[in-house]
């Protein structure tokens, strides 16, 4: 976060890895920053469900098309002040690849104070405040592994309102966002986060945010 005279703002990066240099990427993401720079700085991540696999169905399509059509709901909003669940409903009710995904969008409109979300499953974020912890998103889960999630099959499909959890996070200038699918907080602790940006501030300061999304992705590749 970031202040630009007396608004707070969010900028963003991203890196992304396969498992193996063979693998088809199931997850999928979205940056939007409003164009006039008045208006809401918008993320999604997404999680295809690997299970699918099972079925013949590819769960990276599915993720990709349910994140393309959040950036699409989020574009044709044109509100200054994006509303994340009504962007999931829309997303997901205009998805129609069969499959299934974790999902989490986040956003903050230009001068407010509050990070707005919606999340599904254990896709998620933490919000790090003086290098520490300050807000991880809740997980949803059945049991251990297995996580809510939206599908969709024919007819079937899972509805937002009955796996979705929304809420508001008070954010500073100097937090900073992490946001991943499980793959990255499975095998990264919050701890290890702190570590990464306390080291990145000291070592790199004034790199661009990409070197600590890079750090991040790497260190939880080499953790799993």
């Known amino acids: 976060m970031s202040t ?3 608004q707070l703002r969010m900028t ?10 063979h693998d088809r990427i199931e997850d999928c993401h979205f940056i939007f920053h409003a164009p006039d720079g008045r ?4 993320i999604g991540v997404a999680d295809g ?4 696999r099972e079925k ?5 399509e599915y993720s990709e098309e349910l ?19 009504r962007v999931l409903k829309e997303a997901h009710s205009r998805t ?4 299934s995904s974790t999902a989490c969008i986040i956003t903050l409109a230009a001068g407010d104070g509050e990070l707005r979300f919606a999340n599904v499953g254990d896709s998620g974020f933490k919000v790090l405040r003086r290098n520490a912890v300050a807000y991880e998103s809740p997980i949803q889960q059945s049991r251990f592994n297995c996580p809510f999630q939206l599908y969709q099959a024919g007819e079937d499909r899972k509805l937002v309102e009955e796996c979705a959890v929304e809420g508001r996070v008070k954010v500073e200038a100097g937090d900073v966002v992490v946001a991943g699918t499980d793959g990255l907080f ?8 702190e570590r990464i940006l306390v080291e990145e501030r000291v070592h790199n300061k004034g790199k661009p945010m990409m070197e600590l999304a890079r750090v991040i992705a790497l260190t939880a590749f080499r953790n799993s």
């Open 186 to 193: 499975d095998n990264l602790y919050g701890s290890e986060i």
């Open 56 to 60: 013949g169905i590819d769960p990276g």
């Open 4 to 6: 630009a005279g007396a």
């Open 12 to 21: 963003a990066e991203v890196f992304q890895l396969a498992k193996n240099n």
């Open 96 to 99: 129609a690849k069969p499959g």
């Open 67 to 85: 994140m393309l059509n959040a950036l699409a709901a989020v574009i044709e909003s044109g509100d200054a002040a994006v509303d994340p669940i």
């Open 49 to 52: 469900v690997g299970g699918c």
């Open 39 to 42: 208006g809401a700085t918008t």
